[in-house]
């Protein structure tokens, strides 16, 4: 099992950007596609961006197209979120997965211990 911890996040004013840095332990790390998912208070996790095994192909949810972008480099067990035009709606913690897939589904991802997003308007 990978273990994950995510760094990088804090606090930034609106339209600002932060970069999400998850590293993991282990040599299994390219064997796991990673995903990137958030949770605001009182609110479901909900999927923000996945990454494939060796980093070809990606995927966004709707409402971060165009700002954020996810990628790997499993030379270092390391996948990244770059946050761009961040948005006080982007606040929340933010986790990193692994998971044998991309997918939506939470419950199919072993996770990092999170990393908290704060947007200030």
């Known amino acids: 099992q990978v273990q994950l911890v995510e760094s990088g996040g804090g606090l930034v004013q609106a339209g600002g950007s932060l970069r999400l840095a998850c590293t993991a332990s282990?040599?299994?790390?390219?064997?796991?596609?990673m995903g990137w998912f958030r949770q605001a208070p009182g609110k479901e996790r909900e999927f923000v961006a996945g990454i494939t095994r060796s980093g070809g192909n990606t995927y966004y949810a709707d409402f971060v197209k165009g700002r954020f972008t996810i990628s790997r480099d499993n030379a270092k067990n390391t996948v990244y979120l770059q946050m761009n035009s961040l948005k006080p709606e982007d606040t929340a913690v933010y986790y990193c997965g692994a998971a044998g897939s991309v997918t939506v589904k939470a419950e199919l991802y072993y996770w990092g211990q999170g990393t908290q997003v704060t947007v200030s308007s």
């Open positions: 282990g040599r299994t790390f390219s064997m796991n596609a």
